[in-house]
């Protein structure tokens, strides 16, 4: 199967614990998104990737998050000192870029964490 | 900003009924795409359909329509003829077309349960 690709699925961890995720996007798909889904909600835009590049972030992601994407093939999401309020479904999205028209996003099944 | 509204949190019909399943959108872009996508019980989110801005015609896929008006700023979406398997979540959403993040603003979600 060559789709994207999280891990893990599920992490369950204490309050104040670090916690890192994974996503590996479809190959040669230079453009990678995460999200997050609380429950009840539909996923919420957190930051973008083209390349080894984030090129924007939103405001959702505090200062005890951090993405990284070290040499614009996997992503790696750490969450620092977590919070109950973190809880929630991690997405990972990937496309490719082309000249025209809209690059179609390709979801991974995404990581759901739990902060006990 | 961009924002997508979908009013209708949970909706309940018989299998075999038709349901539609409504979005608003807002939007200052001239150039933009909406989407469907289906949530399953088990959380990974299923591309249904797209539409770009410049586009309204309406567009069936067997079971599946979708009705674009850009005069309301609705694009809804039908099922005909309910199965048990259309049950699951359903967001509604939003792109600005840029050529860069092309980041997406999901609605609330419908939550459609078919009952047998």
């Known amino acids: 199967d060559t789709g994207v690709s999280q891990d893990p699925r599920h992490k369950i961890t204490k309050r104040g614990q670090n916690v890192t995720f994974r996503c590996d996007p479809i190959?040669?798909?230079?453009?990678l998104y995460w999200y997050r889904q609380t429950l009840g909600q539909g996923p919420e835009f957190l930051t973008y990737f083209q390349n080894e590049a984030q090129l924007e972030k939103s405001r959702l992601l505090s200062d005890r998050f951090s993405a990284e994407r070290p040499k614009g093939s996997f992503s790696t999401l750490e969450i620092q000192r977590t919070e109950q309020g973190d809880s929630a479904m991690y997405l990972c999205?990937?496309?490719?870029?082309?000249?025209?028209?809209?690059?179609?996003?390709?979801f991974g099944p995404g990581t759901r964490l739990t902060v006990l | 900003a961009q924002k997508v509204t979908q009013a209708q949190t949970e909706i309940s019909v018989v299998e075999k009924e038709d349901v539609t399943l409504d979005c608003v959108y807002e939007t200052r872009d001239t150039t933009y795409y909406l989407f469907w996508y289906k949530q399953p019980p088990s959380g990974e989110l299923v591309f249904l359909i797209r539409r770009n801005s410049f586009d309204e015609q309406n567009e069936i896929s067997g079971r599946y329509s979708w009705n674009f008006q850009k005069s309301t700023s609705s694009f809804n979406f039908t099922i005909t003829a309910s199965q048990v398997v259309d049950s699951a979540v359903y967001f509604c959403?939003?792109?600005?077309?840029?050529?860069?993040?092309?980041?997406?603003?999901f609605g609330t979600g419908t939550r459609l349960t078919i009952i047998p």
């Open positions: 959403a939003l792109s600005e077309a840029n050529f860069g993040n092309e980041k997406l603003t």
């Open positions: 190959s040669e798909h230079n453009r």
């Open positions: 999205a990937s496309s490719p870029t082309r000249l025209a028209g809209y690059n179609e996003q390709f």
